[in-house]
């Protein structure tokens, strides 16, 4: 066999060998992604209703824990602590804190396998919140969030909900971040940031963070003004 033909052979059989490995890595996560995708509509539809949470978190946590056979996504960990989280905020009087660990282990392995997932982050802080945690770490785990993702839609509102009450808790350093929000959060859900505006620091930071923005600052005083006066 002449030497051309050989290296022909061999970049042939190498390719091959590639190929099969890239074969064997995209199939788990090809059945993972197939797997989750009844979960991803459940999933989708408790986002947009948080009533739903009963009639969902089954198909959401079934179908994460499938998947996760399949390949360790940091995404499946966050899926299921956020569904958790939410669950163990539902109980009524007496919170179940075995779902609040659970939920706070499945987002800090999230977390370790995604370190700029920001609602990640997120749901570790609200957990320590809503459980009576360490505000200390509450604060951290938000400025994280802010820190990896200031701009993001869907978590917007809610990342803004919990940092109001700890501004205090806050940095000095750390609190452009809650003020960088509020234009951003006003074009996107006007209604919510009205209903944040229910102290007067609140308000204040509100303004303060719309200072720079002369059409939101104006449109934010004008709405606030209107909730103020009683209905006839």
């Known amino acids: 066999m002449q030497k051309g033909q050989r290296d022909r052979y061999l970049i042939l059989g190498v390719t091959a060998i590639v190929a099969a490995v890239l074969l ?4 788990p996560r090809s059945i993972a992604g197939f797997m989750s995708i009844e979960g991803d509509r459940a999933l989708s539809s408790f986002l947009k209703d948080n009533d739903r949470l009963s009639s969902l978190s089954d198909t959401v946590l079934a ?13 499946y960990h966050r899926d299921i602590g956020m569904i958790k989280l939410a669950l163990a905020a539902s109980q009524n009087e007496e919170s179940d804190a ?3 660990t659970e939920a706070r282990n499945s987002n800090l392995t999230a977390i370790k396998g995604a370190p700029a997932d920001s609602l990640a982050w997120l ?5 320590e919140i809503l459980n009576n945690g ?5 604060v951290s785990a938000l400025t994280q969030s802010y820190l990896v993702s200031q ?3 869907e978590i917007v509102i809610r990342r803004l909900y919990f940092s ?10 750390d609190r452009k971040f809650i003020l960088n929000q509020m234009p951003y959060a006003w074009w996107i859900a006007p209604r919510e940031v009205l209903n944040l505006a229910t102290t007067p620091l609140n308000v204040a930071i509100i303004r303060a963070g719309m ?3 002369e059409r939101a600052y104006r449109q934010f005083n004008e709405g606030y003004a209107r909730s103020l006066k009683p209905n006839k």
């Open 24 to 27: 064997c890595l995209a199939v």
């Open 164 to 173: 109001l009450p700890l501004w205090n808790e806050f940095q000095i350093k």
């Open 63 to 75: 179908t994460r824990h499938d998947a996760l056979n399949w390949i360790n996504s940091a995404r």
């Open 98 to 100: 075995t779902l609040y």
């Open 134 to 138: 360490s505000i200390k770490k509450a």
């Open 151 to 153: 701009f993001y839609p």
């Open 123 to 127: 749901n570790l802080a609200t957990g």
């Open 211 to 213: 200072a720079n923005d």
